[in-house]
């Protein structure tokens, strides 16, 4: 804006035409008026030079670079160091001023536009040469050449197009149009020529023949690609055009016009800036490659593609057996497994008799066409290859497809199976070997796992031949408890044997025991481990006679010794005496006679030892229990008199060594403490004196101390009604005899009750004048004695007066002593106690006197076999009734063995269910 003194004021508008060169992705432009800037449009590179005047013209050709100023042209080289940052440098100064409407530079030239005028200036700025066109000049523009030798494309204004050599005074016109040329330009191979009318017509001449080979409208300025012949650019009307080949022209939206092309980057000028657009060339590239033309979609793919679409042509090339350009493609991606894939195929195709079809199966297989290799390969005749292929790529379902026989077809399964064991699909893995008919795998996968179910259906689908495999399934069966599974497995196949050591491992005895009716061949496989589940289940009875069903004897003996080891280290004494007992008659089973041949086993009388030794312990664990009981617990329920004789039984019993677990000191203290309460004090004094022997516990000795002290105090002398009287000789014993549980005076055992342990009114006698097996039927005849059996005839029961008690006793009658006038009696009465000194010997009698008896006062301890010779008793007060177990031979008061027996179910001592009363 311009203000003036007369109140004026004018508003200019300053239009700066554009300054500017081109050649190819060199731009030079004019900045600031009076610098130049030369950019890299491909690397954005930008070299600033000060001119430091007005810039008139600018013209770039390669390296060369001129300015014209308003007096001088400057010529620059261009040029890039070792770090490739772009430089220049002044080549040369023209000191001319020279007018022109264009300038144009070369290597070594310079040219000057001039209306119809061309002039050659050389950089010294001598002209050596001048054309003078027929119409004005439109366009101008170096196409290359060899150095001093360029020629120049030229567009005039009455249509004609003329290439001029610089060092030829003649142009050359290569079309003449009808219109106006605007833009032009010449393809790289300087064989096809575009131009841009007046009328924004596109026109591509083949300069061979002069033939129009492509014409569109609505073009302002075109650019042929510098790398690649067939492909050109126009612009116009805001829309970018691309023509390529003979396809149809691609279009996207572009503001400015086109003033170069070179690969995939087109320079566009917008008003006065230069602008790079990179185009996509993959449309071009797939157009060649649904034309199956590899070379030139090559040459599009290098004029910049993604690695995608190299990947594209190579490995369609390489199915169109086009391995020269599928091999360059894949070394420009870096895909060394297609080129070694290349290599092979090439090395195979050398061979003589080779089939394209296997190659192209190959390569199909290598992109993942699995299905086109498959076709290939079956043309070629090698349908293994399809088959190995799929089943490399775990495609079962395809593989079997091609399988031509089922011997191929199980071996795939068999593959397809071992494939699912190594990923751990082991459901699959288990069908698989089902199919291929390899059942043991089968069943070996689903028995580790437990798929019951699963397996039941094989075991019921496998024919009864297949016998290890079902024997396996029943295996499996047992092993996850499934007993109804493996039962059904075993008699499949009839495996009796291991159908009874199902039954054993499952506990299912009457199933065992039912199969056993059938097949007695297998009672030792049921009878053993029956009896080792009776002991672990506490019924040591049933053990015992399951080990003797099951021919193990020694089983039964030592699982017995255990038991009475462990009832003794336990302090169980009662069980201890139990099984004792049990060992003690084991013994003497085992010294009987054999049932079919009479003989007696040489090892018979140390059975009979062991018996006679067990049983005794047996005796001594049993009483034991109650005076333990007494000695541990504060309070007890027990009779203090019973316990007394218990204590007075195994004093007098227990001589030498006494057996493990059996306490001395208890025994005495029970017997110190029982004979003060019930006013035995001799005894008691005796008893305590002998404590003083005894290791004390340091918190008791001041106890037993003063309990010594006390007894003291009383009469030395023992309760008349507590001292025993011998029913022998009539003899009353103290309460301890040294020389053991025996009479004083004639030696004769005391025979005990095994309840309360008082002495029974009991006398053993001896028939002299007939065999023991005569006397033994007389007494088992129902018409030889006198008496009747007890619980025979119809007597009953009756209550009678004892000395104080009421005593049930079987029969009629009953004296309370036996008759003076009996024999036996007068016998007692006229015995001579010298002879016993030598040693104790049963009353003998006569059979005629042993006639003379009462049958319910008779008593025979018999063992079986007669290994043990029997003992005769007879009862000499009948009123007390006394009761013998047949069991064990241990006899009681009538009263408290019913009781017992009624409490405990069986005997007291042996728990024989055989003493139970009727």
Known sequence: AV??????????????????????DQYAYRDFMTDVIVQQLVTEKKLRIRCKDYVKKIAIYKDRLAVQLPDRIMIYELYYDDSYEMKHKLKERIMKKLECNLLVVTSMHIVLCQEKKLQLYNFM??????WVLESVIRYIKVVGGPVDREALLVGLKNGTVLKIFIDNPFPIQLIKLNSPV??????????????????????????????????????????????????????????????????????QKLQGFVVGFKGSKIFCLHFVAMHTIDVPQSASLYRYLEKKDFLNAYKIACLGVTENDWRTLAIQALSGLN?????KAFIRIRDVRYIELLNKIELE??????????????????????????KFFTKAGQEHKAIEMFADLKKWAEAKQICPNDDNLKDLIRRQARWAEETGDWQEAADMWVQAADYMRAITIMGDRG?????????????????????ACGAYFRKHGIHQYAKEAYLKVGDLKSLMQLHVEMLKWEEAFTVLEAHPEFAEDIYLPYAEWLALNDRFDEAQEAFKKANKPLLALRMIEQLAYNGVVERRYRDAGYYFWKLAYENLRGALPDEESGEVAPEAPEKVRAFREYYQRAEYYYAYASIHRFTEVPFTSQDPVNLFHTARFLLMSLRGELPTGLSKLNIVLALAKLGKQLETYKLARFAYDKLQSFVIPRQTIDSFDLQSV????????????MLPICYRCSFTNPLLNTNGDLCCNCYAPYVRSFHSFDHLPLVEFAVTDTPVEEALRVIDSPHELQGRRRGGGDDGWTQQDGGGADVLTFGGGGDDLASMDDPFSRQLMNLDYQDNQKGYQPIGITLAMLKGFKREDIFVVRWPGHVIP?????????????????ECNHFFHEEDFEFECLKRGGCPFCGSAQALPQ
């Open 3 to 24: 203000g003036t003194n007369d109140g004026q004021i004018t508003i200019y508008q300053l239009i700066f035409s554009t300054v500017h060169g081109l050649y190819q």
């Open 125 to 130: 700025g001598g002209r050596q040469r001048e």
């Open 182 to 251: 605007r833009c032009l330009d010449l393809s790289a191979s300087r064989m096809k020529l575009a131009v841009v009318d007046e009328n924004a017509n596109c026109l591509v001449y083949h300069l061979k023949n002069k033939e129009l080979i492509f014409q569109e409208s609505n073009a302002n300025s075109i650019a042929w690609n510098t790398e690649y012949e067939d492909m050109l650019c126009f612009s116009g009307n805001g829309v970018l055009n691309i023509k390529t080949g003979n396809f149809p022209v691609a279009q």
């Open 323 to 327: 391995f020269d350009i599928a091999r």
């Open 349 to 374: 195709r050398r061979l003589p008799g080779t089939d394209d079809h296997l190659f192209l199966a190959e390569i199909y297989a290598y992109q993942g066409k699995y299905q086109d290799a498959a």
């Open 451 to 471: 798929w019951l179910d699963s397996l039941i259906d094989v075991c019921r689908q496998l024919n009864k031949n297949e016998v290890p495999a079902v024997k």
């Open 710 to 721: 006390l007894v003291r105090s009383k009469p030395f002398q023992d309760k008349e009604e």
């Open 870 to 886: 029997p003992k005769f008793y007879r009862n000499m007060i009948p009123d007390v009734g006394i009761a013998l177990c047949p």
